[in-house]
């Protein structure tokens, strides 16, 4: 059996009435509006089937299960029965080159919201979510361009909730069962955790600017202030551009670099360049 629709309208509802959990505004509403599978090949490749047929901002596909679920690097992504799979259609109106803003954004709104029930998750650039050192969720971000504008965008988000994971994957429901308190009983009320999360992330990097969700993003960020080498000249974790990519200050700087700032020069890695964060 799949998500039931009126639970997770119903966990919705309970949600934004919980004094921790930072609510949403109304001045930019995302009307959620629920496509429910039980077996797909990728909610990301539904969701855009459902923007060719006209669908626009706040359609959501979840499926029980993907036979053909995409992770990042053109990886695939395991999907079992057991873990949420959803994506969620955006129109952001962005330049391509700032597309990675989107994932950062939607990572850091699942984040506080996941935090605000007690669950300590933290963030491994660019699109990782994890909790105790080991991967809880995963984003995968596509875009559509024209003009080199994003005109529509599909988050897709992987939660590892009962389905088996790998040695360096944790389950969510694992986890809250070794806690002496659970804050999350179904996989609807997970849904409708990441959903208000992906919104919330969503609204505030609008309304606060890129500036603002970097230092917030960074915050929650694994490896921040950690010393990396890379192409053999050692430097530290910075933080992150406004392009996506990890700012790895040097720590001898030389003459040719690019960047330069008041305190040394910075390099800028692309994702996929290194691997922070787990343990
Ligand atoms: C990653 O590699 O970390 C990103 C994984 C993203 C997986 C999710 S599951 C729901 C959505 N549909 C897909 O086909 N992929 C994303």
Known sequence: MGLSRSRLEAALQVLSTVDQ???????????????????LPSTNEAAWKLVNQGAGAGTVAIAAQQQAGRGQWGRQWSSPRGG???????????????SAQL?????????????SQGIPVCLKWPNDLVLH?????????????QQGRITKAVIGVGVNW?????????????????QSHASVHSLEALAALILHGLALGYQFWQREGIGTLLANYSTLLLGLGQVITVNGRSGIVAGISPTGELQMQLQHPSETQSATTA?????????????????
């Open 84 to 98: 949420l799979y959803l994506s969620l259609v955006l129109d952001p109106k962005l330049a391509v080159e700032f």
């Open 162 to 178: 009962t389905n088996p994971v790998p040695q360096a994957g944790i389950n969510l429901k694992s986890y809250l069962n070794s």
């Open 133 to 145: 050192g080991k991967k809880l969720a995963g984003i995968l971000t596509e875009t559509r361009v």
């Open 21 to 39: 959990v930072p609510p949403l505004s109304p001045q930019a509403p995302l009307p959620f509006s629920f496509h429910l599978f039980e077996t």
């Open 263 to 279: 305190s040394g020069q910075l390099i800028l890695l692309k994702p996929g360049t290194i691997s922070l964060g787990y343990s």
């Open 103 to 115: 994932t950062l954004a939607s990572a850091w709104g699942i984040a506080t919201l996941l935090r």
